[in-house]
Nanobody, 124 residues
Framework: QVQLVESGGGLVQVGGSLRLSCAAS????????MGWFRQAPGKEREFVAT????????YYADSVKGRFTISRDNAKNTVYLEMNALEPEDTAVYYC?????????????????WGRGTQVTVSS
């Protein structure tokens, strides 16, 4: 069983930055595709970014492309989401997810394991 724990969320002003972390335990995630998703109040969970098991491939939602960077450190069993130029529309609970597969995954239903999320609030 895999446990994922997100951290690094908080309150930040427009234009600010945050770095989210997702630490895994239970087994190594070096063979897993990892993803970040977010859910704002009253909205469905939406895809943010995904990274391949090696870190060599990434993909982003258009809404965050150029502002967010996903990365991973397999030695630490941790995935990161660097968020810059934050906007009020980025306010949401951010979740990380894992699936043992080779190809990138963009749909929430394609992931097997989820963390409980970390709140990001961008104030104007």
């Amino acid at each position: 069983q895999v446990q994922l724990v997100e951290s690094g969320g908080g309150l930040v002003q427009v234009g600010g930055s945050l770095r989210l972390s997702c630490a895994a335990s239970g087994r190594t995630l070096s063979n897993d595709v990892m993803g970040w998703f977010r859910q704002a109040p009253g909205k469905e969970r939406e895809f943010v970014a995904t990274i391949s098991w090696s870190g060599g491939s990434t993909y982003y939602a258009d809404s965050v492309k150029g502002r967010f960077t996903i990365s991973r450190d397999n030695a630490k069993n941790t995935v990161y989401l660097e968020m810059n130029a934050l906007e009020p529309e980025d306010t949401a609970v951010y979740y990380c997810a894992a699936r043992r597969t080779l190809g990138l995954r963009y749909q929430a239903g394609e992931y097997d394991y989820w963390g409980r999320g970390t709140q990001v609030t961008v104030s104007s």
